[in-house]
């Protein structure tokens, strides 16, 4: 019974997550899922995503969490238009909630919504959400044997985000190993490596973005 639950709500969630995607491509708006583990640099990148993309295009964010609005309240001292979800202990982000978020945002004055999923290697996978890219961070000292140990996020992940990349001297981290186990799985993806505290390496990922948004 559990298992045919499970099944259930995921072809539900499909279901909401291509209404979704029909009406964000009318809107023409694109929408970024970013995720990753809990402190792996989701907020800090994605300010740096604003500060390199908002004199260009009109950005707004989903900020979810299990409570609290911290980060919310960071993009909201950029002047960003952000919304917090809280989702009471929930480990993901589902298309029904976002469907329910949207209505807060203007869509026709929206080019770009990025939406920072629950900090969770596991769950937010599983999900689709209406997005059009999904972005995976792995943090230089979470260590590189990540992509072996939660495969699913890294395999579905549209591009894969090093972050923290500054701190790669004080870890035993390989990056060959990284790139080959995700390359055996999903061998479309983008990998980028970057110090969000910086802003080092953001450019290459900016420039893919807005190529995407070209295309």
Same mark, same amino acid.
């Given at each position: 019974m559990e298992i045919k =639950? =499970?099944?259930?709500? %995921?072809e539900w969630n499909a279901d909401c997550d291509k209404e979704l995607k029909k009406l964000l491509n009318e809107k023409k708006v694109l929408?970024?899922?970013?995720?990753?583990?809990? !402190? !792996?640099?989701?907020?800090?990148?994605i300010t740096r995503i604003i500060e390199n993309l908002r004199t260009k295009y009109k950005i707004g964010v989903i900020e979810a969490d299990i409570a609290g609005k911290i980060d919310a309240e960071k993009m909201a001292d950029m002047g960003i238009p952000v919304v917090q979800l809280n989702t009471d202990g929930a480990c993901h982000t589902e298309a029904e909630s976002i469907?329910?978020?949207?209505?807060?945002?203007? %869509? *026709?004055?929206?080019?770009?919504?990025i939406v920072e999923n629950i900090g969770n290697l596991v769950c937010p996978a599983e999900f689709d959400i209406g997005e059009d890219l999904k972005i995976a961070l792995l943090s230089i000292p979470e260590g590189d044997d990540k992509v072996e140990?939660?495969? %699913?996020?890294?395999?579905r992940a549209d591009a894969? =985000? %090093?972050?923290?990349?500054?701190?790669? *001297?004080?870890?035993?981290? *390989? *990056?060959?190993?990284v790139i080959n186990n995700v390359k055996n799985n999903?061998?479309?993806?983008?990998?980028?490596?970057?110090?969000s505290s910086k802003g080092e390496g953001i450019n290459t990922f900016v420039n893919w973005i807005q190529n995407y948004i070209k295309k």
């Open positions: =639950v =499970v099944r259930q709500i %995921l929408m970024l899922n970013i995720m990753g583990s809990p !402190g !792996g640099g989701k907020t800090t990148f469907k329910n978020i949207l209505p807060f945002f203007n %869509l *026709d004055d929206i080019d770009i919504l140990k939660y495969p %699913l996020m890294f395999s894969i =985000v %090093l972050s923290k990349y500054d701190m790669k *001297d004080y870890f035993q981290f *390989d *990056d060959n190993r999903n061998s479309n993806a983008v990998i980028f490596k970057i110090n």
